[in-house]
Each structure stands twice: as C-alpha cells, then as structure tokens.
C-alpha cells in the first residue's frame, strides 16, 4: 500500500438487496476518491464509539448522498413531503462530524451530505422544497444523472470559486431537501437563481469542509472540474 495516500471515509445506508438488509454506496463515490489520489473506506453504520476509531484511522471524510435527514436530527417534526429516513445513518454522521471537528480532519459533503453537515453543526434543512419555498426553480432533474441542468453561482475567492476558476458552474441536480439555517461557523459560497444554497464552507481555517448540493461524482470521470472537486479534498487530507 502506498503511504502517501489519504484513507477517504465514505458513508454508506442501508439497502435490501433481495431480503438481505445490505451496506450500500454508489461506485463512483468509490471511483471518484481513487481518481483524486486517495484509498476509499466505506463507512458502516455504526455507534459512536466505533465512530470514534474510524475517524482516527481515516484521513479525510465524504458524506456521500442518499435519503432524507431525519428531522429529529434536528430538532424538528417531519413534514408531510418528508421521504424515507435512516436515523441510524444520521447517529453515524454527525458522530463522525463530531470526532472529524475535533481532530481537524477535512469532511468533504455531496447532496444529503451537505444537509447533513448543516444539521450536525447545528443549522437546520428544508425539508422539501417545492412546499417550503418561494418560486423554487426545479432541484430533482429528469436528465441522466451526469448531465447539468441549472446553473448556480459562486462567491469570489471562496473554496469553490478557487477549485472552478469561475463564478458561475452548471451543475446536475436530484435533491427535494436543501439547507436552511445556517449552522455556526459554515458560510454559504454559491447558490442557485432561486437562491437556495448549493455550496458551504466552514470558516475555521484550521478545519477543511467543504459541501455541495449537487453530485460531483456523476460528473468527475468526464468533467476535470468536477474532479478537481475530489483532487483538492484528497490533497487536503494527505
């Protein structure tokens, strides 16, 4: 094995494959970390104390997509438009959110990922937007997966503008949750024309987080932005 490389922790759900309850997480998650450099470790669902170890043994951390936050996660009743939850994956991820903050270790969040960073730290999600928002534009596209179908903007000088080298980026889109509150120390850096948010940092300079609405790893094998997007996370976590 070669040392040089990150160990990249990516969570996973649970999915019945047959009758057989399974750990499940897309490939190109997989794919996507080994392109940029790094080793890829799927993260079960497991309790905080198991939690603990595999954020020591891991360099850097991905909370990949899936289903919905469980609002309990944060402090709130369910909507009638909420989808299926997994609050077992939700205990999961923020303890690794938990234990990550403390070591400083880099969280890089993708689509469920970047509202499930939010509501560890303590912010909120919307959790539909269609019913909860004003004149949303469409956020669950019927194109291929890969394909971009809106455009967002990207705040000047931030993670993301320096990864893209630009202001603006089309991306693709299958979410029907999004951030609401901001948690403390996150700062929003791109949103859609609707003004959701589909991109956060953390400010602390100390810790790289970085989370996305979209799904970069759709995009990566084709798309060198994209890519870049694992590039820079997996460098960060060396």
Not at 147 to 165: D, M, V
Request: proline share 5%; with cysteine.
């Amino acid at each position: 094995m070669d040392d040089s490389k990150p160990v990249i922790g990516i969570s996973s759900s649970v999915v019945d494959h047959g009758d057989i309850p399974s750990v499940h997480v897309h490939q190109k998650y997989i794919s996507s970390v080994i392109q940029a450099g790094g080793i890829p470790v799927v993260i079960p669902l497991v309790d905080d104390e198991m939690a603990k170890v595999i954020v020591s043994i891991c360099d850097g951390f991905i909370l990949s997509g899936g289903e919905d936050v469980d609002p309990h996660s944060y402090g709130e009743d369910p909507d009638p438009k909420l989808r299926k939850t997994n609050g077992k994956r939700d205990e999961m991820e923020i303890a690794v959110v938990k234990y990550a903050k403390e070591k400083k270790k880099p969280v890089f969040g993708i689509c469920r990922g970047i509202a499930m960073l939010n509501a560890a730290l303590g912010g909120t999600v919307i959790q539909d937007i269609e019913s909860n928002y004003e004149n949303p534009i469409k956020h669950y596209q019927t194109a291929d997966r890969p394909n971009p179908t809106h455009e967002i903007t990207i705040e000047k000088a931030s993670k993301l503008q320096n990864i893209f080298g630009t202001e603006t980026v089309r991306v693709n889109s299958m979410h029907h949750q999004a951030v609401g509150k901001l948690a403390d120390g996150l700062t929003a850096t791109a949103k859609a024309s609707d003004g959701i948010i589909e991109g956060i940092e953390g400010t602390d300079n100390e810790w790289y987080v970085l989370a996305v609405q979209w799904h970069p790893e759709e995009m990566a094998a084709q798309d060198e932005a994209m890519h870049n997007l694992f590039k820079t996370f997996v460098d960060k976590c060396k």
